[in-house]
């Protein structure tokens, strides 16, 4: 695809032609006559150069494009966690975790360490869920099926429930009809 600088004319099938007003990280920013100022992906192979601007290639970015470009991949990907906040009462406790015997020491772990862990698991089953969902090659049938995989795996989570400071962030499982 030929580079696109900023006071490039440019055409789009919906919007029709515009001039290129500044090129960021992940789009360009475009002044079309019949549709304003409109934001275009870059991966947007719809938008075909009329003319070249005058100015060499360069990309404008600042620290919020950047940010936002960032966060986009890492959320794509499900490596973005959650910030959630855990119930206050259980905020500075720990965990512990002893053995029927007295022959082994009890294990003891910050709670906020294992809310942590909690969250992950939960951020991943919902990134699993998404790959599912979104699959090309899987029958809607066996989509059903993994998702009912997933809704138990939830339902299986829910006795840590109480460690979620809102019940909006609860793992919830199959419901019952009745």
């Known amino acids: 695809m030929e580079l696109i ?7 789009h099938p919906r919007y029709g032609e ?3 007003s500044r090129v960021g990280l992940t789009a360009y920013e475009v ?5 304003g100022k409109v934001d275009i992906l870059k991966s947007n192979r719809e938008l075909s ?6 100015e060499k290639p360069s990309v ?15 959320d794509q990907y499900g490596l973005l966690p959650s910030r ?7 905020v500075g406790g720990s965990l512990i975790i002893k053995a029927a015997g007295d022959d082994l020491q009890p294990k003891e ?6 809310f942590h862990k909690i969250v992950m698991l939960r951020d991943r089953l919902r990134v699993l869920e998404q790959n599912i969902n979104s699959h090309e090659k899987l029958t809607d049938e066996e ?6 995989y997933i809704t138990r795996a939830y339902g299986s989570l829910t006795t840590f429930n109480v460690l979620f400071a809102d019940k909006k962030d609860y793992f919830v499982g199959a419901k019952k009809e009745g």
């Open 31 to 35: 002044f079309f006559a019949h549709g």
């Open 109 to 114: 772990i910050p709670i906020d360490t294992f």
């Open 84 to 90: 959630l906040p855990m119930a206050p009462r259980w």
């Open 49 to 54: 150069v009329v003319q070249a601007g005058e």
């Open 18 to 20: 515009g001039i290129v």
């Open 143 to 148: 989509k059903v099926q993994m998702q009912q």
């Open 5 to 11: 600088t900023a006071g490039s004319r440019v055409e």
């Open 60 to 74: 404008n970015v600042d620290v919020d494009d950047l940010s936002k470009a960032i966060a986009t991949v890492l």
